[in-house]
């Protein structure tokens, strides 16, 4: 299973709506994409026998448990790593030789390309249309990414992370994806929840004119 190839099909579609859930019931699924619960458990059988998914009861209510499926593991392999523990190493090393700084302007620079990269793509004029480009470069640089509408503005969800691991070391790597919605949305941006520091998602919520 390679890449974009495997995301295109259904599995792993299943795959990229469970990481962007957490977890999800067949029939949950079955409505998202529109195919028969019966479909997507066939898809999700194959899931399992490749370590992928795995099931669990969910009690929703009153009800009997819920059957939902969600990712294991081993399913992180397939989002990009992008060498997360060779990265964390050299900036380990950088900090040691040469300090705090140092490491704040390879950030800086980072932030810079970045920022530069995405002005090209996120380009229109109003508020929520940028969001919804920023939300697809970073689709296209492997992060499961979406946005919702909250009150005052847009929450832009990141639901995988290519870098956490570094993150979680280096705090600084957070700034770059800061000064990108910095750059190219604008208005008051606050993160409220981290993939580093254990949360489901990186959610970051732009307070900025929703029909500007």
Not at 126 to 139: N, P
């Amino acid at each position: 299973m390679q890449g974009d190839r495997f995301f295109k099909t259904t599995r792993g579609r299943i795959v990229a709506e469970l990481r962007r859930r957490g977890s999800a019931s067949a029939a949950d699924l079955a409505r998202i994409f529109d195919l028969s619960p019966n479909a997507i458990r066939q898809q999700v059988v194959v899931l399992e026998r490749d370590g992928l998914v795995l099931e669990r009861p969910v009690r929703r209510g009153p009800t009997k448990p819920t059957l939902e499926f969600s990712l294991t593991s081993e399913a992180d392999a397939l989002f990009p790593q992008r060498y997360d523990r060779l990265l964390s190493s050299v900036l380990r090393e950088v900090r040691r030789q040469y300090g705090d700084r140092a490491v704040d302007k390879i950030f800086d620079s980072i932030s810079e390309r970045a920022v530069a990269r995405a002005k090209h793509t996120v380009t229109a004029a109003r508020t929520e249309d940028r969001v919804s480009q920023l939300a697809d470069l970073l689709r296209h640089d492997g992060v499961v990414a979406e946005y919702s509408l909250i009150d005052g503005g847009f929450a832009l969800h990141e639901h995988n992370c290519p870098y956490s691991t570094v993150a979680k070391e280096h705090p600084e790597m957070c700034n770059v994806v800061h000064q990108m919605i910095d750059e190219t949305i604008g208005g008051e941006m606050e993160q409220t929840e981290s993939l580093a520091t254990g949360g489901r998602e990186c959610r970051f919520e732009i307070r900025a004119q929703v029909g500007g």
